[in-house]
């Protein structure tokens, strides 16, 4: 596979078909469950991996454009304040320097909250540490680089600013009209915490995070005309266009973006700020420009994730029945920023318990702004909820798992609803056989291997689960292969290679005579990725363009669908097996599917779930903590490929191990700068920080969530990880820590004598 965008605009003259569907009800299935061909689900490679391997797939800052300029982001290397002057004198004088665009009130300061209207400009105020105040701009990099080092500012910072969440003014309210979690109070917590035969309230914190992808941010933008293009690194191309078009003041069909690859996004990769810098300044040139953030600086320029103070009280009977559970948290966002971390997403329909609270309160402060980071609440939200049932598990001397047991609801037991499908206990029951649960060391401290004191840990998984509206279009073509289109993008997470899955599955071709094309605003409209939404949403609209392409071929095969065989190239009814390429003459047969969320999406709870294990050793002597082993079995719905699914699981399991043990952007309290901002001290797992771990999968078609029966699960595999290795910690050594993440000189003091 290699990559070039289309010609402009694609013009076409055969009649396009359309299959829409809107889930009011549940999906009564597809021609996709009736294929053959052996696909679905399967573990096949990787359809762009060879592309990838040989370097020919393009990423955002490979291709080749034409008369490339670079642009090199200015940055005030201060905190919060009011610019007093910026010297560019120097800097527009170096040899090589094009442009230097300093104090300029058209430039972005920060790179958009994803989902909230208007972009911070420059206007002299500076919010948080290393905002942007200029772009140079040169014939190489070098030169730019040079010549923004160059460029001096000087500002007076602001007494009054806000280095802390803790200290940050809080919101009086709730959260903000049409928030994701609303706040949610039912009974009497107070109450069942009095009465309760045991109570577990306690403080648990987690850090501020970023998403550390390996690829930078970064874009290439060029304008002919009025018309921009944006090759950019970009997660949801329909969010993006229109705050391109806003931004340039252009109608959104004169915005174009590009991101057929993407190296990795976790929420981070939208309209950026070096989107924004190079489009602004390739419109003044009138060539193309080329901006990436450096590392350190998108640390300050990118949004990351919050830092969480979640207050948790549990409060159960003798036997363990919850009578109440509260999740209340206070998170920090940069002044200006509405959106938050949902902190208790996961835990409002996860356990039965009359008395609930599941309150945010939003501190503004004077940090780099917060947004969407791979599962934004579960992740971080899930670490506090599920180490406080370990804590009430032990005192009431319950087995964790059987106490998870105890409280499984019928329905949401926050909204009451059904739920579309659940087997969270399924996944405990098989977790906890595959991993030898019975073995964990009742008492902590007890099981030692020379200095190592080893212990097993437990936790649930839950991520919401969300349909968006996607369209695709799928092209059989007279040469009998056929082309999937839609401006879906692959974020590394296999959509390239599970959408062929679903049309050669469907149409009764090898996965090697089904191309894909992604990532190009001027394809249908698509899902996108984000949310754990991506998959199930794609594929099921291209299984339902499938649908009417299938219903043409019956046609023309004279039978109905459902009497009809589709498998390799050949459609097979009666005793006739005609070959596809025949079938479909001289023009192609096209068609485009769409889904939308509809009532039966808001009339049911709908997530996935999954139990997660850990086993670690704790060094006695120095508090060094190693992760031997982990295991998640997840429920989500069905399984599109056997083998990116479990890349997604283990990849999210990683991510929660590295939020127990290392993860932590360091805050300097003096000018709000981010102090650990390189890859070399902002600390993830690295290859020996990661044992054997494995995912398995209890499988369900879940027609009620959408067509393909799909559930997120790009977002899954964080959740409880983290809580699970740090329930192993504290099996292992009877040390509890609240405060992520959990390193050893947090261990150290309360380790049993050696
Ligand atoms: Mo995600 S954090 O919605 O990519």
Known sequence: MSWEPLPRPVRRCYAVAMTDYRMDSAHPGLALDRGVQGLLGTAIDRIDGPAKVAGVATYALEHQVAGLAHGVAVVAPMGAGHVTGIDAEAARTMPGVLAVYAGDQELPRQTPLFGQPGVPRYSGRLDSYGEVVGLVVAETFEAARDAARAVRVSAEPDPAARHATEDGEADAGGPPQGALLPDVTKGDLEAAMTQAAETVDVVYTTPRHVHAAIEPYGTIASWEDDALTIRGSIQILRAAVPTFAKYFEVEPDRVRVLSPFIGGGFGGKNASADALLAATAAKRLGRPVKVALTRQQAFHIAYGRSDTVQRIRLAADGDGRLSGVGQDSLVGQKVGGVSFEPVALGAVGLYSGPARSFTTKIAHINLPAHGPVRAPGEAVGMMGLECAMDELAERLAIDPIELRRRNEPDADPTSGKPFSSRRLVECFDRGAERFGWSERPEQPGTRREGEWLIGLGVATAARVNFLADSTARVRLSPDGRATVETDMTDLGTGTYTLLAQVAGETL?????????????????????????????????????????????????????????????????????????????????????????????????????????????????????????????????????????????????????????????????????ATVNRDMGEYHIPTQADVPQVDALFVEEVDRHANPVGAKGLGELGISGAGAAVANAIYNACGVRVRNFPITPDKLIAGLPPV
């Open 508 to 672: 009764g071709l090898p996965i090697h005579c089904v191309d894909v094309r992604l990532g190009d605003s001027l394809l249908p409209t698509g899902a996108g990725s984000g949310g754990s939404f991506g998959a199930a949403s794609s594929a099921s609209s291209v299984a339902l363009a499938c649908e009417a392409v299938v219903a043409t071929l019956a046609e023309r095969m004279g039978t109905a669908p459902e009497e009809m065989t589709l498998k390799d190239g050949h459609a097979i009814a009666g005793n006739r097996r005609v070959a596809l390429a025949e079938l479909v003459g001289g023009e192609p047969i096209e068609a485009e599917g769409s889904i939308h969320p509809g009532r039966n999406n808001r009339a049911m709870s709908q997530a996935a779930h999954g139990a997660q294990f850990a086993e670690v050793a704790v060094n006695a002597v120095t508090g060094e903590v190693r992760v031997r082993r982990m295991l998640g079995v997840f429920d989500c719905g069905r399984v599109l490929n056997a083998k990116t699914a479990r890349s997604q699981a283990i990849g999210g399991m990683i991510w929660g191990l590295g939020y127990a043990l290392h993860e932590e952007a360091v805050t300097d309290r003096r000018t709000g």
